[in-house]
């Protein structure tokens, strides 16, 4: 019992959004809220309630650490001035000037909150950057969690490197995303309170926080890229650890710096991570041959895909973790199809084990010639695509349930267009990467 209380103390304490300012203070991260707000407006969370393991919160929507979406905007108020009717950001420390609303008078450290989300209209409060570098390298890390890189990771892996070790990544991917969010929609936990904490980043405010996903897929892909490829391709055991270690850490660390995650929050990402991956190393291999020789496999695909999809979308009302859910299934499904299509017609085929291990190839300007433009014809090719899905599926799933086509957001906000949009989008685009683009190739001799 005693080890039981120790262990929640901890978890509350590790849990303290005071722990993510101090950690932002000492990277340089200072925030243009006034001192008298941060004190009278958002006291630190009691030892209790929601910041206890387990414990529920107020979807992050109607609350925003300690502030709603009304005190939030009154309190933006109460310190910004007015230029010609419009607010612009007060000074909130001595020596900082206001900035104009065109950006006159910015200070070359001060900065706006990173990737605004054009569906829930957040843009956050300007804060103050004194350390550019560690600024820097925190946003590198916290993309290589984020949807742009994944985009481009994984098709230049399949098309360039190695086939089976990317659909294989892709497959963990989508696994680890959809239980990440699932579990943040059952446990219930809000973003650290802001202030203290100073929102370096704004686009996955408004999900729930508990665990990290971030932390989990920057986790899941550079171990299992290491477990997948080590002995398969030749390289040093300790650089293919200390690579997806650093990996890991340095995406786990950003999250804290960006002010989206506790300690706890991050931690307990990193460890349910290396608990997922330990699960499905042992049965990847057979899902993976499954997905090539099974007649079933299709139905078997699409069937579980769009339950998991189902269950997902009926834990909780809207956010943006839905569209990231759906997607990463829909990639999946996609992903998966193709593999099966690609078996069955003979295309793709792995390299025999006789050849393992394998060896990158000598470096030429041919080769950096050619994993180039399939690169960039495959990535023009999957955009082109994704507009064109994009294009026909939201006007005809708006049409089928009554909604106005000139509202996209508040469209996309309703499960039964988000859902099937991104399913049905993202599963083209998977399938075209995995079977088509390679097809393609072939044609402008490429492959």
């Not at 419009?86 to 909150?113: C, F, I, L, T, Y």
């Not at 996609?334 to 099966?340: P, R, S």
Request: glycine fraction near 8%; charge should be positive.
């Amino acid at each position: 019992m005693a080890d039981l209380t120790k262990f929640r103390a901890l978890c509350r304490y590790l849990q303290d959004p005071s722990l993510v300012a101090r950690f932002q203070t000492l990277c340089g991260i200072k925030g243009t809220f006034s001192d008298k707000v941060a004190k009278l407006e958002n006291p630190l969370p009691p030892p209790s309630g929601q910041r206890e393991v387990g414990g529920g919160a107020a979807h992050p929507r109607q609350r925003s650490g300690v502030l709603d979406q009304g005190e939030g905007e009154k309190n933006h108020h109460k310190n910004s001035l007015y230029v010609n009717g419009s607010a612009v950001s007060g000074p909130s420390e001595p020596g900082v000037p206001a900035h104009s609303p065109q950006g006159a008078g910015r200070g070359p450290d001060r900065a706006k909150p990173l990737r605004r989300n054009s569906l829930t209209g957040d843009v956050g409060q300007e804060f103050i950057i004194r350390n550019k570098l560690l600024f820097y390298l925190f946003t590198f890390g916290t993309e290589l969690g984020n949807e742009m890189f994944f985009i481009v990771f994984f098709p230049f892996l399949f098309w360039n490197v190695d086939a089976l070790v990317s659909r294989r990544l892709i497959v963990v991917w989508a696994w680890n995303l959809f239980i990440g969010q699932s579990t943040k929609d059952l446990v219930r936990w809000s973003r650290p309170a802001s202030p203290p904490v100073v929102k370096v980043e704004v686009f996955y405010n408004s999900e729930y926080s508990m665990p990290s996903t971030h932390a989990m897929t920057g986790t899941a892909i550079p171990f299992c890229l290491f477990l997948l490829t080590y002995g398969r391709w030749e390289y040093p055991f300790l650089f293919g650890l200390c690579v997806a270690l650093c990996w890991s850490v340095l995406v786990c660390v950003s999250r804290v710096y960006m002010g989206m995650h506790s300690i706890l929050e991050v931690i307990t990402g990193f460890l349910y991570s290396l608990l997922i991956l330990a699960f499905f190393q042992t049965i990847l291999d057979k899902m993976d041959g499954f997905y090539m020789t099974s007649n079933y496999a299709p139905l078997v695909i699409v069937v579980s895909h769009v339950s998991l999809g189902l269950l997902a979308f009926s834990l909780d009302s809207w956010s943006t973790s839905r569209g990231d859910t759906a997607q990463a299934l829909g990639t999946g499904v996609g992903v998966a199809l193709a593999t099966h299509v690609n078996h069955q017609l003979g295309l793709l085929a792995d390299p025999p084990l006789s050849m393992l291990p394998l060896t990158l190839p000598p470096f030429s300007t041919s080769l950096v010639w050619r994993s180039l433009s399939r690169f960039l014809v495959g990535v023009a090719a999957l955009l082109f695509t994704r507009m064109v899905m994009k294009a026909i599926t939201i006007p005809m799933l708006c049409g089928l349930f009554g909604l106005p086509l000139g509202d996209v957001r508040r469209a996309r906000q309703q499960m039964r267009v988000e859902l099937p949009y991104r399913y049905i989008v993202y599963s083209v685009v998977g399938f075209s990467c995995v079977c088509i683009v390679p097809v393609l190739f072939s044609f402008l001799n490429l492959a």
